[in-house]
């Protein structure tokens, strides 16, 4: 679509004299990836609250090490926060193979084109397996209209974006700056909105393979400055 071509021409430049310079693929990848993984509970933490879930740094570590267990905690069960956090860990977990994919070589944009349906589906399996969400609201992206609290932009109609998602699929995998590939990967994610819920975690997990793509480290947005963050 020409709209998000002109977006990513007209930012392009922008970024790339702002951000500093790419640190580069990192040659220790297992070291980078436990950078990652050390940052997991705060990220999740301010990743959940931003999207105003009540979580616990304590909940989401016993979600991380198996101390929690959907069938046998039935006020766990019940709990959307904890469906959440479940929810963001077997997410986490899938980036950090696409992560671990794109440092071997692989193309970020075509990671991402490849691996995001299974990112989504692993953000809310919990709650389809609890009950709060049928497995159909898992079949892709949205087909109703959605609204951003706060936000006085309209995404796109459910129709365009079948439009859109591929176009933006090619932008990434066609820019060679990690810079602009994580913040208009973000952005533009975001400005779509594909689906009903999740937007704002799947954006900001492609900022992050996109950020490792050039060897940044995984970057945490505070909910501190949720403010900050949604002006922007």
Avoid: C
Wanted: net charge positive.
């Amino acid at each position: 679509m020409l709209q998000l071509k002109t977006i990513w021409s007209n930012f392009r430049k922008v970024i790339i004299e702002k951000f500093p310079p790419a640190p580069g693929v990192p040659k220790n990848i297992k070291k980078f990836i436990s950078s990652v993984k050390e940052i997991y509970v705060t990220d999740a933490y301010h990743s959940l609250s931003i999207e105003r879930y009540q979580v616990t740094p304590e909940l989401i570590d016993r979600v991380r090490n198996g101390s929690w267990n959907a069938k046998d905690n039935n006020g766990d069960s019940k709990q959307r926060d904890a469906m959440a956090a479940k929810g963001y860990w077997d997410a986490f977990q899938m980036v950090e193979k696409s992560i671990r994919k794109v440092l071997t070589g692989d193309n970020a944009g075509e990671v991402l084109d490849n691996d995001h349906g299974d990112w989504y589906r692993a953000l809310f399996s919990p709650s389809v397996v609890s009950g709060l969400l049928k497995p159909a609201d898992l079949a892709g992206y949205r087909n109703h209209q959605v609204y951003i609290t706060n936000s006085m932009h309209v995404p796109l109609n459910s129709e365009a974006v079948r439009d859109a998602m591929p176009v933006l699929m090619e932008l990434l995998a066609a820019e060679s700056e990690a810079s602009v590939r994580a913040v208009l990967g973000h952005f533009i994610f975001v400005f779509i909105h594909p689906y009903m819920d999740g937007n704002g975690r799947m954006g900001r997990f492609i900022m992050n393979l996109m950020l490792a793509s050039g060897g940044y480290p995984w970057t945490v947005i505070p909910v501190q400055q949720i403010s900050k963050y949604m002006k922007s």
